[in-house]
């Protein structure tokens, strides 16, 4: 586990027993600069030793990666490959803040592959029932809670459901990704939101029982472990506090319900 001293020191992720493993799971604030510090980390370590076979990102949607690209390929043409140049993407996920792990990647020749579920596919799999079964009933329904607080009680209940089969078809869509990204001997780095990586209702579920994997999940300041479902956590400083639901209430407005 990495404890910060400061707010301002580099992290070093503790990778001793997590290795080797053929799938390594990265969950994230993303809103906490130490945690994509600590991502880049983690792939230099693992690339430094010929063992990153490819890394997979919730930022991207699946289909777009960086094969075939030359490590010298410029952030330009990088940005074409991943689709990250549109406002639909770099408004969600800002490049300044996961470029600097998509270019490590491919300076070292790894590819980058997107594994977030396509947006043009979200309203299908909204009616898309079958996912209701994809997880067992006490993931789904903390799926749905997570669904409800994460939109701070705005959510129409007609819609926790739809919605929650977003979340779930997201998981599964990453979850297929990693599996075809798997080389043996190597491992495949997942780098995702914190509840996407958790063993009990995250993308593991959407894995074939056995599937040999590891999950790590960074916190930041005093959030507590309790409840976080990973085989290690690694706690960096706080960050500053941001009332997303104002936001989102700002948004929305009284008309949106």
Do not use: K
Not at 4 to 14: K, L, Q, S, W, Y
Not at 149 to 178: E, K, W
Not at 223 to 231: L, Q
């Amino acid at each position: 586990m990495w404890l910060a001293g400061c707010a301002t020191a580099t992290p070093v992720p503790d990778l001793s027993g997590l290795l080797p493993t053929p799938l390594l799971l990265l969950g994230e604030q993303h809103d906490a600069p130490d945690h994509q510090r600590l991502q880049r980390q983690t792939l230099r370590q693992l690339a430094d030793r010929g063992q990153l076979a490819a890394v997979v990102l919730e930022m991207v949607e699946r289909g777009h990666q960086t094969t075939g690209l030359p490590p010298d390929a410029g952030e330009a043409r990088v940005r074409e490959a991943l689709d990250w140049t549109g406002e639909q993407n770099a408004g969600a996920w800002p490049w300044a803040v996961y470029g600097p792990l998509v270019m490590d990647a491919v300076r070292a020749g790894v590819p980058v592959l997107g594994g977030n579920l396509p947006r043009d596919q979200m309203r299908a799999v909204m009616g898309e029932s079958g996912l209701d079964t994809a997880v067992p009933a006490d993931a789904l329904q903390q799926q749905r809670e997570n669904i409800r607080t994460g939109h701070c009680g705005l959510l129409p209940a007609s819609q926790v459901a739809p919605m929650t089969r977003i979340q779930l078809a997201r998981d599964r869509a990453m979850a297929q990704t990693a599996r075809e990204a798997l080389r043996p001997g190597q491992t495949v780095l997942l780098v995702a939101g914190h509840q996407h990586v958790r063993r009990d209702i995250g993308v593991p579920q959407h894995l074939p029982p056995g599937q040999p994997l590891q999950v790590v999940v960074a916190l930041a300041g005093a959030d507590t472990s309790a409840g976080v479902a990973a085989d290690r956590v690694w706690r960096t400083p706080a960050t500053a506090p941001v009332d997303h639901c104002a936001e989102l209430r700002r948004q929305w407005g009284p008309g949106q319900r």
